[in-house]
């Protein structure tokens, strides 16, 4: 059974950096597409980046995050990680990495309910 656990997340000032990391159990890890979501007090879980391992293997972000996070994965330690940059105080939220649930898709979905196992979250919160 896939175990997905998240860490690097913490309290930073508006305009700072936090580096996310999920680190996986399972060595088919790099068979499946990886994506992180948040989810804010009151609001719905929403897809923040993911990457498909059967297309184009890109990764594909939020409009909202385009250009301030970046994901990226390290194979060897079945690891993926979320790089944010000039953070904002609406990105405070519980930060969930999640594994797709289908094999080699060729597309990264955008919806929590493709994905089969998630981690616990980690909490990112953005002073201003």
């Known amino acids: 059974q896939a175990q997905l656990v998240e860490s690097g997340g913490g309290l930073v000032q508006a305009g700072g950096s936090l580096r996310l990391s999920c680190a996986a159990s399972?060595?088919?890890?790099?068979?499946?597409?990886m994506a992180w979501f948040r989810q804010a007090p009151g609001k719905e879980r929403e897809f923040v980046a993911g990457?498909?391992?059967?297309?184009?293997?890109?990764?594909q972000y939020a409009d909202s995050v385009k250009g301030r996070f970046t994901l990226s994965m390290n194979n060897a330690r079945s690891t993926v990680y979320l790089e944010m940059t000039s953070l904002k105080p609406e990105d405070t939220a519980i930060y969930y990495c999640?594994?797709?649930?289908?094999?080699?898709?060729?597309?990264?979905?955008?919806?929590?309910?493709?994905?089969?196992?998630w981690g616990p979250g980690t909490q990112v919160t953005v002073s201003s």
């Open positions: 999640a594994r797709d649930g289908v094999l080699f898709r060729r597309t990264t979905p955008t919806t929590a309910d493709s994905y089969d196992y």
């Open positions: 399972e060595r088919i890890f790099s068979q499946f597409g």
């Open positions: 990457i498909n391992r059967g297309g184009n293997r890109r990764p």
